[in-house]
C-alpha cells in the first residue's frame, strides 16, 4: 500500500511558512560514524540551540503531513503540518525528557489542530463515500481495509462510516490505524488513560464493524497496538 498523498516535501515546508531557519530540511544531520540523537535529546539540545528541533523535522514531518492529508486533504494538510511543528517548538521547553520519541507528542498537536476542523473532516469524508473511483492525487481513505476485507467498494464505505463517528472515537481510531501509534502512545497523545482509548478504540471499532457489514478496517493494526 502507498501511503504517500503524491505530494512532495518541497510543497509542505514549514519552515517556508514560518519564516524560521529552525525547520529547514536536512541541516543538522550528525556527524559519519555518530548515533541519532533521540527526539527527547534534540528537543533538549533546541531550548538553547532552537536550530537543533530541526532534526525532529526531518524525522517526522512527512509522517504528520499524511495524517493531516488522509483526515483533512492534501492544501489544509500543508497548513496544519506546519502549525504542529511550529506549535511543538514553541512548547519544547514543556516536553518530557523521558519520552524518547516524540511521535505520540507531534501527533497529539496535530489531532488537537485538527480539532478545529471537525464539520471540514466530516464533510471531506461524506464526500468522499459519494466518490465511486479514488479522486486524483487523493491516496485512498480505507486501501488497507480494502486488502484485508477483499472488497472493493469498501474505502467510500468506510469514509461513510468515519463520518458517522464522534470525534473522539475517530481521533482514537485513526491515530491508531493511520498515525501507527500504539495504545500506550495514543493515550500519550490524546492526555487520557489507556484504559480509556481501549475503551473508545472498542466502540469505534464495533461502530465501524457494523457500518461495514461486519468487516474490520482497523484490525491490522491489532497487533502492534499491543507491542
Known amino acids: 500500500m502507498t501511503v504517500d498523498p503524491g505530494v ?9 511558512r514560518a519564516g524560521s531557519h529552525v525547520l529547514h530540511r536536512g541541516e543538522h544531520e550528525p556527524p559519519a560514524g555518530q548515533p541519532e ?19 525532529l523535522y526531518d524525522r517526522h514531518a512527512d509522517s504528520v503531513y499524511r495524517y493531516a492529508a488522509r483526515r483533512l486533504g492534501l492544501e ?18 514543556r516536553y ?29 469524508f461524506k464526500a468522499l463515500a459519494r466518490v465511486p473511483s479514488p479522486v486524483p492525487h487523493e491516496e485512498p481513505v ?3 481495509a480494502v486488502a484485508r476485507a477483499g472488497a472493493a467498494g469498501v474505502r467510500t464505505d468506510l469514509a461513510a462510516a468515519l463520518a458517522g463517528l464522534s470525534a473522539r472515537h475517530r481521533d482514537v481510531v485513526l491515530l491508531v490505524a493511520w498515525a501507527d501509534l500504539s495504545y500506550e502512545e495514543a493515550a500519550q497523545a490524546l492526555g487520557v488513560p489507556v484504559g480509556t482509548v481501549r475503551s473508545r478504540l472498542h ?25
Not at 512532495?8 to 517556508?16: C, F, Q, R, S, T
Not at 489544509?76 to 521547553?93: P, V
Open 37 to 55: 540523537p533521540s527526539d527527547a535529546r534534540s528537543i533538549e539540545r533546541s531550548r538553547d540551540e532552537p536550530e537543533q528541533f530541526a532534526v
Open 142 to 144: 480505507a486501501d488497507r
Open 76 to 93: 489544509a494538510a500543508e497548513d496544519l503540518m506546519a502549525d504542529t511543528f511550529i506549535t511543538a517548538f514553541r512548547q519544547r521547553h
Open 96 to 124: 518530557d525528557p523521558a519520552r524518547a520519541d516524540a511521535r505520540a507528542w507531534l501527533f497529539g498537536i496535530a489531532t488537537n489542530l485538527i480539532g478545529r476542523h471537525r464539520r471540514a473532516e466530516a464533510r471531506r
Open 203 to 227: 466502540r469505534a471499532r464495533s461502530a465501524l464493524r457494523e457500518a461495514l457489514g461486519g468487516s474490520d478496517p482497523t484490525a491490522f493494526q491489532e497487533a502492534h497496538a499491543h507491542e
Open 8 to 16: 512532495p516535501l518541497g510543497a509542505h515546508h514549514p519552515g517556508a
